[in-house]
Every structure is written in structure tokens, then in C-alpha cells.
């Protein structure tokens, strides 16, 4: 296993299945941040149904970020309550 830097398509979507838990931490916040950067406001995080652990971290982590607007869980016919809708401020002076 190598310590590089993963390169992940910042596209407005992130599947968390392929992160191990420890890592969503500093990975959700830093994709989001990402996001913002270029003008993707509207992020869907997909971290799964299973037993709720996840995405009660995933909550955690956006009721504690400043730049987060708002979140909700997908509409049931996207996934219900496997993934989580964010949206996210514009960046000061940008024009989204």
C-alpha cells in the first residue's frame, strides 16, 4: 500500500465505500473544499446504508463545517438514506 495521495475526480460526487472510516475525517471536509473551489456547489456524498455508522460521521462532519448550507438525505428513488445531498456557499467573490 502506498502513501501517495489518491487523485479523486473532484465532479460534485464522492463514494465513500472505498475509504476506510478513519479516513472521512479529513477526507470529507478536504472534498468538499474542493468542490467549492470550483464552483460545485451541489455535492452528493455516498457513504451507504449498513448500520448508519458512516453517515452519522458524514453528519457530524457537515453540521460542524461553516461552508456548508445545508444536507439532506437523497430522495428515496436515488438512494434514500445511502447518501447525503450537501450544498455549500459560494466562495467570496466568486460569482456561483
Known sequence: MSDEPLELPIDGVLDLHTFRP?????????YLAA???RGILQVRIIHGKGIGNLRRSVH???ARNPEV???T???PQFGGWGATLVRLRPLAG???
Open 22 to 30: 478513519g479516513d472521512v475525517k479529513e477526507l470529507v471536509p478536504d
Open 35 to 37: 468542490c467549492q473551489a
Open 60 to 62: 457530524a462532519l457537515l
Open 69 to 71: 448550507i445545508s444536507f
Open 73 to 75: 438525505l437523497d430522495h
Open 94 to 96: 466568486s460569482a456561483a
